[in-house]
């Protein structure tokens, strides 16, 4: 075997481990991207119950898409933000809001009304706190703040380790304390120190996005926005309607009494306080604000004593009203085609660009609506808000479902709080650890190789050095 072969080959494999080690510790070093998720939080139950009660006499609303999920918990969705498995710093904002209302005035105005939206978790350096943006009327004033953004609970992690961590990040009942700033925000109804509900959650991490000096490849000539597919007057390229029906209806659908579920079909897509019936055509009067939309999708309600389906959903708007429509389809296998379900406030639709929307828009049940819903609801009673988007053209795009995250939520039952994954985090050691035994490995070959060329070329040299009759 000659020289060259060898140290050619030792070389090509020290390479190519290095290759493969080295974009392996720099992507570990670098920051994780939290994209995806949910935050289960109950604020504080017994403030629940108080604006609930018989003295309060009030209510919560949902917005933004956040839900409720099991007695007591708001799900905030959609986690945004960065985690580093080195440090073990951790920040992610989650979607959704809920609005506290109760002591209503004779003027239909309420003394209490509070609301809590876009929840933040920080940790860094063993600590963490939880921020939230509130709105709330001072209890004795009756003065409105609003604030972003206020450090609104200390979190307590104690034993929890949030260094090495891999996807998802989940943190189960983490016990939260109201802080002083948090007392202010809170409208005066409780002291700092108070106990509010723990919090979990559970967030998506994702490998840090690719080097920016780094330029792309060239995706080829773009088509020009300036001219537009000709197409029907009014028409539109895509469309889509949400609507959650109603909450209390879907926790009854759920709970110990309806003991059932629903199914989506035909492309109905479940955004977890909303469905989303998409695919819509019709067609949109800017000037006239009017809107005519068939949607694709369906849901079906199912428990005890109870089937009900609800298909090929329509939207109209006009003079600045909506109505949501559907065939409605029973357990006597029954179908009503287009009952007009809910009526809703459109004032608000608005055009931006190549995008038509409308916001979480009030709505109330109809009388073909009530009768539906077997007569479980009168005319009138308020329903979840409808939301609208439509896209004029093909560069408008419709907002995103909320993101709950590839994995289920931690169990809501009180617990003592769960350490971070680390598991995982041993598994992404152990992966680097066998590189560098390779590379070890690699090492010992080349180090073997360079060995047994001197031992060769040393035998080598004696042989060409001995006389002809020895050999």
């Known amino acids: 075997m000659s020289a060259r072969p060898a140290r050619t080959f030792a070389v090509a494999l020290l390479a190519a481990l290095l290759g493969a080690l080295l974009p392996a510790t720099a992507a570990q070093a670098a920051d994780r991207v939290v994209q995806g998720g949910r935050l289960d939080w109950g604020i504080k139950s017994s403030f ?22 099991g007695g007591s918990l708001f799900r905030f969705h959609s986690a945004a933000g960065s985690y580093d498995p080195d440090s073990g710093e951790f920040s992610a904002s989650f979607s ?3 609005t506290f209302q109760g002591h209503q005035k004779p003027d ?23 921020y939230v943006d509130v709105s709330s009327k001072a209890k ?18 104690g034993g929890i380790d949030m260094k ?18 948090g007392a202010k925000a809170f409208a005066g109804y409780y002291a700092a120190g108070a106990q509010l509900d723990p919090v979990s959650l559970s967030a998506d991490v994702k490998a840090p996005a690719a080097d920016p000096a780094r330029p792309a490849a060239s995706a080829g000539p773009q088509p ?6 000709p197409r029907t007057a009014g028409a ?23 003991q059932g579920g629903w199914t989506l079909a035909e492309g109905a897509q479940d955004g977890g306080a909303l469905f989303r019936f998409p695919q819509g055509k019709g067609a949109y009067d800017g000037q006239k604000g009017t809107l005519d939309a068939a949607f694709a999708g369906s849901v079906q309600f199912t ?20 109505v949501l429509s559907a065939d409605v389809t029973t357990a006597a296998a029954e179908t009503k085609p287009a009952v007009a379900l809910v009526e809703f406030d459109a004032k608000g639709l608005k055009a931006e660009g190549g995008l038509v929307t409308l916001a979480e828009a009030p709505a109330t049940l109809t009388e073909g609506g009530s009768q539906a819903f077997n007569s479980m609801y009168k005319a009138g009673t308020e329903m979840d808000p409808v939301s609208l988007a439509v896209a004029l053209d093909a560069t408008a795009k419709l907002p995103a479902l909320p993101d709950l995250g590839s994995t289920d939520a931690p169990a809501a039952a009180p617990s003592t709080p769960a350490p971070a994954p680390a598991p995982a985090a041993r598994a992404e050691e152990s992966s680097n650890t066998g590189l560098y035994a390779a590379l070890a490995v690699a090492l010992l070959v080349l180090a073997g190789g360079a060995a047994f060329l001197v031992v060769r070329r040393r035998r080598t040299a004696a042989a060409e050095a001995a006389p002809a009759d020895a050999q």
């Open 48 to 69: 629940q119950s108080y604006v609930t009660g018989p003295i309060a006499k009030g209510g919560f609303k949902l917005k933004s898409g956040a839900a409720t999920v």
């Open 96 to 98: 959704g809001g809920v």
């Open 108 to 130: 239909g105005t309420n003394e209490l009304d509070m609301t809590v939206s876009r929840p933040t978790v920080k940790i860094s350096g063993g600590r963490g706190t939880l």
């Open 140 to 157: 004795d004033s009756g003065s409105v703040t609003n604030q972003s953004q206020v450090a609104f609970a200390s979190l307590g992690l």
């Open 164 to 181: 090495g961590g891999g996807t998802p990040i989940a943190l189960s009942n983490v016990p939260a304390t109201l802080t002083e700033q």
């Open 224 to 229: 020009s926005t300036s001219a537009e597919t």
């Open 236 to 258: 539109f390229t895509d469309a889509a309607v949400d609507w959650g029906v109603r909450r209390t209806f879907r926790e009854y659908v759920t709970g110990s009494i309806g």
């Open 303 to 322: 428990g005890a004593h109870l089937d009900l389906k609800l298909g090929k959903v329509s939207v109209k708007v006009e003079n600045g009203k909506g």
